[in-house]
């Protein structure tokens, strides 16, 4: 499960944090920072507020206190509805994991009574993590020879598609593992793709899985991924003649890098992307390649040199799906998230969309 984590060790965070709370060295879980509560008289309140980031289900963290038993309290609120309070001495302890489905903010806060103080009069917490599932979808709650629509792409299928363009369909010819459904284009020579929307990464990175089973080989290259923006398009991902995937900036304009083996044809392989871009539009780009379709160790790495990318940060991953003459592309379990993403599991969570890969947006918190 991907997760977005604060370690609090720089001051360039990867939440969005308002209040008075400040960053520390007086106390760390880890590292040599955490994040403080403020100095406040009696009958004062210190707020850290951090804003819930898009897609999150849940949020754990470390925390600490030292404080008059009974009288000074830390709390943490979802919303405005209390989750924890406690007071006195409590060393580093490890929150439970709170659902934060639906909220938009969570407040740390250290509270005072108007008389007395004890030990170091304050709060931490550290290593705060939010967990941000994957868009993922696996096809196998269509039907054979149904069209793909953005209606009844969700359900046991996992995440629903939000934009459709072109013939696609369900298909139980060949699917990658031992059962279900893949996507097929359903017309010959036409532009057909499946796409996630509104996938914009809280972080720089935005990563994307397809599993891709084609029965043959072409002349020209064919685009089998792209990544848009509000601007346009940030990224394209082209299968070559020879194979070979090819990344370039926006529709085709400058080459980043090409992957250093061909993909087989009559055999399922894996593909993952990595694009680590930042808000400026500077970055680069890492490709996967696994002739082993559920192998965890890659056939092929290729990383891009640092570039400037167009069309702004991500939101949308368009998955394109090849039809020819003489060849059919079959495209299986389909993912973006926030993280590298590995293989498939057996099965896909639907992620909770009121909200809004084994990895971290930042660092990651050793638990």
Known sequence: MAGIV???????????????WTRSTTQARTGSWSLRSAVIGGNGTTDAVVQVP?????????Y???????????????????QLATSGEVGWTLSPAYSVAGASTITFRYQKDGVDEAGDDAAWIDDLVFTVPPYQNSLDGGTHGGAITTANSGAASGDAFGNIVGSPQYSDAVVHGPSGLSAISGVADS????????????????????????????????????????????????????????VYTASATTLRVTTGVALPVNAW???????????????????????????????????????????????????????????????????????????????????????????????????
């Open 6 to 20: 604060e370690d609090f060790e720089d001051a360039t965070l990867a939440v969005t944090l308002s209040g008075t």
């Open 54 to 62: 898009s897609g999150a289900t849940s949020v754990r963290f470390y």
């Open 64 to 82: 600490r206190v030292s404080s008059e038993s009974g009288y000074d309290y830390f709390r943490m609120l979802v919303g405005a509805t209390e």
């Open 191 to 246: 532009d057909t793709h499946i796409d996630f929307t509104g996938i914009t990464s809280p972080g720089t990175l935005t990563c994307a899985r397809l599993y891709l089973y084609r029965t043959g080989t072409e002349g020209s290259s064919r685009r089998i991924f792209a990544l848009i923006g509000p601007s346009g398009i940030v990224a394209t991902a082209w299968v070559m003649p020879a194979g070979k995937i090819a």
């Open 269 to 367: 392989a894996r593909v993952e992307f990595v694009f680590d871009i930042a808000a400026g539009g500077s970055g680069t780009v890492a490709v996967y390649t696994y002739l082993d379709s559920d192998s965890a160790q890659h056939d092929d790495l290729v990383t891009s040199p640092s570039g400037s990318w167009p069309g702004g940060k991500p939101r949308d991953a368009e998955f394109h799906i090849r039809r020819g003459a003489a060849l059919i592309w079959y495209l299986d379990d389909l993912a973006v998230g926030h993280a590298k993403l590995g293989p498939a599991a057996t099965h896909v969570t639907r992620r909770p969309r009121s909200a809004v890969n084994s990895g971290a947006v930042h660092r990651a918190a050793s638990w």
